[in-house]
C-alpha cells in the first residue's frame, strides 16, 4: 500500500546544532507539506513543496519528486523549535498521508 | 485573518455517548477536512467536504459522519462513543479540494 516513512523517528540535538530530516514516500505526489507540530498538539505549516527547494529562515526543504523523497533542513537549532516534524503528502485523491513523523529534543 | 477555529477544544465522554465537534474554515475556503490523531500516531484522515458534499472518506466506521454547511463551516458527529475514539480531532481547511492544507488547534476528546 501507500506509504510515508520518516527518519529518523528521535533525534536529540544540542542547541545551536543543524539537523536534516528525511521524509520517503512511495508513489508520485501531487502535494507535499512539512508540519511542525508543538506540544500542544498544534500542526503548524512549514512547507508546501511538492518538487523543488525552499528556504524560510533557518528552515529549508527539497522535495526529489522523481527519487520520491524530500529533506527538511534546520539550522542554528533553538529550544522552541523541539516538536514532532511530520511530513504529509497526496497522492491525487483527497486525503494527506500523514509520515511516521521524527520527534526533535533540542537540549540547552 | 482568523485562521482555522475548532471547538471546544477539550471534552470529556462516556461510553456510549454522542460528540459533535465543530470547525470554521479560514475565511474563502470551501473545502474542510477532518483528521483523528491519537497518541503517538500521525493523523489519520476520517473526511472531506467541498462546497458541501462529501469528497472522500478514511476508513472509518459508519458511527463517525460529518457535514458541511452553507457558509463552510462543519461538524464531525461521532456516534456511541469508545474507549478507542480518545484522541485529538483535527481540522483543515484549503482553498481547492487538493491544496495546501491549514490546521486548527484541534478538539481533544476523553472517552472515559
Known amino acids: 500500500g501507500i506509504q510515508v516513512e520518516q527518519s529518523p523517528p528521535d533525534l536529540i540535538l544540542q542547541e545551536g546544532a543543524n539537523s536534516t530530516l528525511r521524509c520517503n514516500f512511495s508513489d508520485s505526489v501531487n502535494n507535499l507539506q512539512w508540519f511542525h507540530q508543538n506540544p500542544w498538539g498544534q500542526l503548524i505549516n512549514l512547507f508546501y513543496i511538492p518538487s523543488g527547494t525552499k528556504q524560510n529562515g533557518r528552515l529549508s526543504a527539497t522535495t526529489v519528486a522523481t527519487e520520491r523523497y524530500s529533506l527538511l533542513y534546520i539550522s542554528s537549532s533553538q529550544t522552541t523549535d523541539s516538536g514532532v516534524y511530520f511530513c504529509a503528502v497526496n497522492f491525487g485523491n483527497e486525503k494527506l498521508t500523514f509520515g511516521t513523523g521524527t520527534r526533535l529534543t533540542i537540549i540547552p | 485573518d482568523a485562521g482555522v477555529t475548532q471547538s471546544p477544544t477539550h471534552l470529556i465522554k462516556t461510553r456510549g455517548q454522542q460528540v459533535t465537534l465543530r470547525c470554521s474554515p479560514i475565511s474563502g475556503h470551501k473545502s474542510v477536512s477532518w483528521y483523528q490523531q491519537v497518541l503517538g500516531q500521525g493523523p489519520q484522515f476520517i473526511f472531506q467536504y467541498y462546497e458541501k458534499e462529501e469528497r472522500g472518506r478514511g476508513n472509518f466506521p459508519d458511527r463517525f459522519s460529518a457535514r458541511q454547511f452553507p457558509n463552510y463551516s462543519s461538524e464531525l458527529n461521532v456516534n456511541a462513543l469508545l474507549l478507542g475514539d480518545s484522541a485529538l480531532y483535527l481540522c483543515?481547511?484549503?482553498?481547492?479540494?487538493?491544496?495546501?492544507?491549514?490546521f486548527g488547534a484541534g478538539t481533544r476528546l476523553s472517552v472515559l
Open positions: 483543515a481547511s484549503s482553498p481547492l479540494a487538493k491544496n495546501i492544507q491549514y
